[in-house]
């Protein structure tokens, strides 16, 4: 079973930030945290992952608390392309990577 | 920017054939893995694969299933004896060294058992 918790769905408006929110309580010492994404079933897209600190890149941004039970993904502008199903999971790496149903996040124009 | 591949893209087989996904990952990626997608369900891992060696597999990965590197570009998965059940997406993907743990996916294979 997926070691995270998604809302099952969202919804944003095009060119507002879109923020997906994760559970992972139960998370360990070496296990990241990875953001995924699938537009109806293209193999899942990396998007971002971290440990401790929060990161950026060119598609979005991670914000981890600090006691590392949860996380949240940042889309700074969405678009109508990011309408996808998100998933959070974490993994020490290397490892298989455990997919739950995700959060299906919709962008309305 | 370097991406995983796959071949084909779809097939279609009758239920007891034989059948070879095929994979390309990224060429200096040294770890592999498949994973599954029945329609409407989760990504399912099924194996990883590094060093010619399997690393890690779940328990959908049993003796119908194998997974070879041929050469030094290609990472296959056969499934031997096909059933019904096995009509899904079939996902390759690569992650490199220390560092480079990330897993890329590839566009997956759509395989219909008939």
């Known amino acids: 079973d997926a070691k995270t918790t998604q809302p099952p769905s969202m919804d944003c408006a095009e060119g507002r930030a879109a923020n997906l929110p994760c559970n992972h309580s139960?998370?360990?010492?070496?296990?990241?945290v990875y953001w995924y994404r699938q537009i109806h079933s293209q193999g899942p897209q990396y998007i971002i992952h971290?440990?401790?600190n929060n990161e950026t890149n060119e598609m979005a941004s991670l914000i981890i608390t600090e006691d590392r039970k949860s996380s949240t993904l940042i889309l700074p502008h969405a678009t109508l392309r990011d309408t996808a199903v998100y998933y959070c999971?974490?993994?020490?790496?290397?490892?298989?990577?455990?997919f739950g149903s995700g959060t299906r996040l919709q962008v309305q124009p | 920017e370097p991406e995983v591949t796959q071949t084909p893209s779809h097939q279609v087989t009758q239920m007891g054939q034989e059948v070879i996904l095929r994979c390309v990952p990224i060429?200096?990626?040294?770890?592999f893995y498949w994973y599954r997608q029945i329609l409407g369900q989760k990504v399912e891992f099924l194996v990883s694969?590094?060093?010619?060696?399997?690393?890690?597999k779940s328990e959908i990965f049993d003796d119908q299933f194998s997974v070879e590197r041929p050469d030094g570009s290609n990472f296959t998965l056969k499934i031997r004896s096909t059933k019904l059940e096995d009509s899904a997406m079939y996902f390759c993907?690569?992650?490199?060294?220390?560092?480079?743990?990330?897993?890329?996916f590839g566009p997956g294979t759509r395989l219909l058992v008939l």
């Open positions: 993907a690569s992650s490199g060294l220390a560092g480079e743990e990330t897993q890329y």
């Open positions: 139960t998370i360990s010492g070496n296990e990241y």
């Open positions: 971290g440990l401790k």
């Open positions: 999971i974490v993994c020490p790496g290397r490892r298989a990577l455990t």
């Open positions: 060429s200096n990626h040294l770890y």
């Open positions: 694969f590094y060093n010619n060696e399997i690393s890690e």
